[in-house]
């Protein structure tokens, strides 16, 4: 049931009328009605997987639980690594178990061993890396005494599986989310119309600039051993606008329905792509992931109050574990350690914090030195996307080939029309002036000062509406599923 889907339209009208006319007065109640909701939203991908989220749930459930009662360290560990065992056997198994097993057997290969490795027909569970981090950090959370153990089986249950973030995130901790659901909610009309509006946006986002943005990405990438230089530049381009606003707008979405509910999720996205260099674009891509790793893995190795070889040890960690996180494939590897190679740089010449605020706040451009540094980072980024879209390692060094030619220089040539092209160009081009007027606020659209009057507004959200009819079609995956 996928959040740009007429089904799932129904699905939230329903939900939305019982949780706020019938089960209003009734906190248990409530969220007795989002668990259920959020157990059918989940069944309707495979209603097989249902009963490993119940167990994941249970399991993280019931060690939290034995943790807070245990009466020394050592059993209080126990619990922690059951926890942590299981979960991460659990994921390794369905996510990456394929992987060990080809890997080995290539390895073995080319020192004259030949195995015929046993693999697993299965299919991805949908979700699982993002309900297996929710349930991790609230056992991490319990172990470290950041949160008591939480006794009421349907508010945990609500907080791993509630269905707007339950899929592709954001990533919550049980110190942000728990409390909000154990908290009486009452409808706030503005907060309401506020997360409509984040919901437009995130649409638009997808349907919009995603969805166009993918086909011409997916037909270069396919093919790229045919196009020039210039025209594979031009797919990573469109690769990056691709993944940026089908996640981004994701999350949007994810973060626009929680207001409807009454709950604030955590950011997850805040404009990346004007980012000055790669430590503040790490601090605006997928927020809740790369902080879950700072402080679940990074801090506890040392973080940067280490000396030069931990800082360096601590960074490839970090990014490579990212990396892998996900897909089981080497390109993603390559992708992590990329992207530390380009932020080790700032971090030993202790210049990662250097940009905290969004780049010319209070200004209508940037600096010349701003707009470089911002175009310099994404290319940094774009470089990186190559590895992470190719479908192998061999393809994305022979896309890097292609780019690198005597073609570079010369004008894209695509097997589609010019009129076509010419459209998507256009609407990213739209988006980015949209984007950049309206950086230094939660999401793009929140306030929209740039448009004065009242009638503006609302001629400017009429126009996202018929925009987005227009362009949905078939109704496409988000990226971050099979993640």
């Not at 049980?174 to 984040?198: C, D, M, W």
Request: hydrophobic content about 50%.
């Amino acid at each position: 049931m996928l959040f740009n889907s007429f089904g799932f339209g129904i699905f939230l009208i329903v939900v939305f009328a019982l949780y706020w006319f019938v089960f209003n007065r009734k906190l248990q109640q409530q969220n007795l009605l989002l668990m259920a909701a959020s157990y059918f939203f989940y069944a309707c991908w495979d209603w097989r997987f249902l009963f490993l989220l119940i167990f994941s749930t249970l399991l993280d459930y019931f060690t939290g639980l034995k943790m807070y009662q245990a009466k020394n360290q050592k059993l209080k560990t126990f619990w922690l690594w059951l926890s942590i065992t299981i979960n991460l056997g659990f994921l390794g198994v369905f996510k990456y178990y394929n992987f060990f097993a080809s890997s080995l057997a290539a390895v073995c290969a080319d020192i004259g061993i030949h195995l015929s490795p046993f693999t697993l027909n299965v299919i991805l569970p949908v979700g699982i890396s993002f309900y297996t981090f929710h349930g991790l950090s609230y056992v991490i959370d319990v172990y470290k005494g950041r949160i008591k153990a939480e006794r009421n089986f349907i508010d945990y249950s609500l907080f791993v599986s509630f269905f707007p973030l339950l899929v592709a995130g954001p990533i919550e901790r049980s110190t942000h989310l728990l409390p909000q659901v154990k908290a009486t909610r009452k409808f706030n009309y503005q907060e309401a119309i506020n997360g409509l509006r984040q919901m437009l946006w995130g649409l638009f986002k997808k349907a919009v600039i995603a969805d166009q943005c993918a086909d011409y990405a997916n037909l270069i990438f396919a093919n790229s051993a045919h196009y020039t230089g210039s025209t594979l530049v031009l797919g990573a381009i469109f690769f990056a606008f691709q993944i940026y606003c089908d996640f981004s707008g994701y999350s949007d979405m994810a973060l626009g329905i929680a207001k409807l509910f009454g709950f604030d999720l955590l950011r997850n996205f805040a404009f990346p792509y004007f980012s000055r260099d790669m430590a503040e674009f790490w601090r605006r891509w997928h927020i809740s992931l790369s902080s879950w790793f700072r402080d679940y893995l990074y801090i506890p190795l040392g973080g940067s109050k280490t000396g030069t070889w931990l800082k360096v040890r601590n960074t490839l960690v970090i990014f490579i574990v990212s990396g892998f996180w996900h897909g089981a494939n080497w390109t993603f590897i390559i992708w992590g350690f990329l992207n530390a190679l380009f932020i080790l740089p700032s971090i030993l010449l202790k210049t990662n914090r250097n940009h905290l605020e969004i780049v010319a706040k209070g200004n209508a451009l940037p600096t010349p030195r701003e707009f470089m540094q911002m175009v310099f980072t994404f290319i940094q980024v774009l470089f990186a996307w190559i590895f992470f879209r190719a479908d192998s390692v061999t393809q994305a060094f022979k896309y890097i080939g292609g780019i690198f030619s005597k073609s570079l220089f010369s004008v894209p040539q695509l097997d589609v029309g010019k009129e076509q092209l010419l459209e998507v160009i256009l609407l990213i081009i739209t988006f980015i002036i949209v984007e950049w007027q309206g950086r230094e606020n939660q999401y793009a659209i929140e306030k929209l000062t740039w448009l004065r009057r009242r009638g503006y507004r609302l001629a400017f959200y009429y126009t996202l509406i018929i925009v987005i009819f227009l362009f949905t079609g078939k109704e496409q995956q988000f990226i971050y599923f099979q993640f």
